[in-house]
């Protein structure tokens, strides 16, 4: 028997229970009992593995959604992270939970001049201009490599992986605007979709975490201009607008200056 947390959180109205099946369903074919154990500190899914199959489910799971490494014995230099965007009132450094909370939570940071090097071809922007334009708000997913590990300050810096530096390449590239969606299930969102009607507003919708999705706008959609359609459908869920061309236009115009 083994219990483990995974890299997937729980927050809002929803609880851990209301993703049993959803964890099970991941076991099928395999000779494991799983049980949902409940919420780590900062909503973390515990869960745990007993039965035949024991080591075949923990590493599927370490790969397919991500193990928390507790806490920073477990934490090597050099790792990549699927951890979660916390919020900030910072103008230097962008915190990002990696579940790391044993025997106290500590979080990894980005430092700005990362982010600026990363996302704004070193562009001098402010952090919460790199926020609002990647939608790095709370609990969003983000994919970290960690860079340096002081023990003895318990600080941890990190640095956006290359598999997160392509995601948003991809998004970029495509040009097309994103609706990202926090702290709603991927059902509740196709409802919304089919309930207003918006399958010729919709390319697709992509699940970024249990309750983060991004919905891909056809060519010439407003994401923005969903919102107003979309929200009273999903009461419980926070809304932000993904820009493309709104982001190459300001790292060009800050090119000029």
Same mark, same amino acid.
């Given at each position: 028997? %083994? ?14 229970? $209301? ?10 074919? @395999? ?13 973390? !899914? ?6 035949? $199959?024991?080591? %075949? ?9 991500? @193990? ?21 009132k910072s103008k230097l ?55 340096? !590990? ?37 059902? $509740? ?8 009607? @918006?399958?010729? $507003? !919709?390319?697709? !919708? ?11 706008c056809k060519t010439g ?37």
């Amino acid at each position: 028997m %083994v219990v483990l947390t995974l890299l997937e959180k729980v927050y809002g109205k929803y609880s851990t229970k $209301d993703f049993v099946y959803t964890f099970k369903s991941l076991c099928e074919g @395999l000779n494991v009992n799983l049980r949902v154990l409940g919420r780590a500190p900062r909503g973390w !899914i515990k869960v745990e593995v007993s039965g035949e $199959d024991e080591k %075949v489910a923990v590493r599927f799971f370490e790969k397919e959604v991500g @193990l928390a490494p507790v806490n920073l014995e477990r934490l090597r230099k050099f790792s990549v992270i699927r951890g979660r965007v916390l919020s900030t009132k910072s103008k230097l450094e962008l915190p990002i939970d990696i579940g790391v909370y044993e025997p106290t939570p500590l979080e990894a940071s980005i430092p700005l001049k990362t982010l600026q090097a990363q996302l704004a071809d070193g562009k001098k922007l402010a952090l919460q201009t790199i926020m609002e334009l990647y939608c790095l708000y709370p609990n969003f997913p983000l994919e970290v490599k960690i860079c340096e !590990i002081n023990k003895s300050e318990e600080s941890i810096k990190a640095e956006l992986a290359e598999s997160q530096l392509t995601i948003f390449e991809k998004w970029l590239k495509m040009y097309n605007e994103r609706l990202i969606v926090f702290g709603t299930t991927i059902e $509740d969102v196709k409802q919304a979709v089919r309930n207003e009607k @918006l399958g010729r $507003d !919709i390319y697709a !919708i992509e699940s970024l975490g249990l309750l983060e999705h991004a919905l891909i706008c056809k060519t010439g959609t407003n994401a923005k201009g969903l919102i107003p359609k979309l929200g009273p459908k999903l009461p419980n869920a926070t809304l932000i607008q993904f820009n493309p061309p709104r982001i190459h236009k300001l790292i060009e115009r800050c090119s000029l200056l």
